[in-house]
C-alpha cells in the first residue's frame, strides 16, 4: 500500500517537472521567434553572419523541447518505460548541449560587443537615412535609450546624414568634424519642441552651450552594451533553471522507471 502510494506521488511529480519543461519549450520557441523578428535585436546583430544560423538552432531547440516534455508527460501518465526511457536520453543530449551553448556564448561576449559597436558606427556613418527600416530602427533605438550617435552626437558629423561620403569619411577622419551639422529629431528629449527643431541644427557650434537637456549626449554603442549585458544576464539565469528543470525530469523519469519495473515483477 505504501508503494503504491508513494509510486502515484512520483508519477504525478515526473508529469508536473514534465509539464515545466514542456511549457520552457514553448518559451524558447517564443524567444527564439522574437530574436527573428525583432527590429532592435537584429539590428543589432546586423552583419552577423552566425546569427540567423544560431536563432534557427535556437527555434529547432525549441520545437524538440516541446516534443520530449509531450512525450515525457505522456510516458507518466502512461506508465511507459520506453517513453520515459527516450524522454531520459533526449534530456540529457539537451542538457549537454546547453551547456555547451552557455559556454560558448559567456566566452564569446566580447566579441558580440564588438560587433554590435561596429553595426552602431556603420549605421550612424552610411545607413541612416537611406534605408526606411535601418532609420526608424535606429530612431526608436535613440528615443528608447536616450542616446545620440554611435559614441556621441558628434558621431554625426562624419556620416552620410550630413552629405558627408563614405570617401571623404576616411580622408577626413573624426578630428575634422565640420562645425555645423544636424543630428536626427531622434536625438532630441522632446523631438516636437522648437528648441529641438533649433539646437539640433546647431552642431557643434550650439551643442555645448544648449544640448544639455535638449539633446541626449550619449553615444548608442555604449547603452547597447549595457543593454546586451542585461539581456545575458537574463538569458543565462532562464538557462540555469531550465537546466534544474531537465535534471529533475532525468531524476524522476528513471525513478519512476524503475518504480514501474518493480511493480511489474512484483505482479509476476
Excluded: H
Excluded at 528629449?189 to 539640433?200: G, H, I, K, L
Excluded at 548608442?220 to 546586451?228: G, I, M, P, R, W
Amino acid at each position: 500500500m505504501a508503494l503504491s502510494g508513494c509510486y502515484g506521488v512520483l508519477k504525478w511529480i515526473v508529469f508536473i517537472v514534465n509539464l515545466i519543461f514542456w511549457l520552457a519549450g514553448v518559451g524558447v520557441l517564443a524567444l527564439s521567434i522574437w530574436l527573428l523578428f525583432d527590429q532592435a535585436v537584429v539590428f543589432m546583430a546586423k552583419g552577423a553572419q552566425d546569427y540567423a544560423t544560431g536563432t534557427y538552432i535556437l527555434l529547432a531547440a525549441g520545437a524538440l523541447m516541446t516534443v520530449i516534455g509531450f512525450l515525457g508527460c505522456c510516458g507518466a501518465l502512461r506508465e511507459s518505460q520506453c517513453l520515459l526511457g527516450t524522454f531520459f536520453v533526449f534530456l540529457m543530449i539537451i542538457l549537454v548541449a546547453e551547456i555547451a551553448g552557455g559556454v560558448w556564448a559567456y566566452m564569446n561576449r566580447a566579441e558580440l560587443n564588438k560587433l554590435v559597436q561596429e553595426s552602431v558606427r556603420d549605421t550612424v556613418r552610411r545607413d541612416y537615412g537611406k534605408d526606411d527600416v535601418t532609420t526608424k530602427t535606429f530612431d526608436m533605438i535613440q528615443k528608447t535609450l536616450k542616446c545620440c550617435g554611435a559614441e556621441s552626437y558628434a558621431s554625426w558629423a562624419n556620416s552620410a546624414y550630413n552629405g558627408v561620403g563614405e570617401k571623404s569619411q576616411m580622408e577626413i577622419g573624426i578630428s575634422a568634424l565640420s562645425p555645423t551639422y544636424s543630428v536626427p529629431k531622434s536625438c532630441c528629449a522632446d523631438p516636437d519642441s522648437d528648441a529641438c527643431e533649433t539646437t539640433r541644427k546647431l552642431g557643434s557650434l550650439g551643442f555645448a552651450a544648449s544640448a544639455l537637456g535638449i539633446v541626449y549626449t550619449d553615444g548608442c554603442a555604449s547603452k547597447l552594451e549595457n543593454l546586451l549585458e542585461q539581456y545575458f544576464t537574463y538569458v543565462f539565469g532562464t538557462g540555469i533553471g531550465i537546466g534544474i528543470i531537465e535534471l529533475l525530469g532525468m531524476i524522476f523519469s528513471m525513478l519512476l522507471c524503475c518504480a514501474i519495473r518493480k511493480i511489474e515483477d512484483f505482479k509476476a
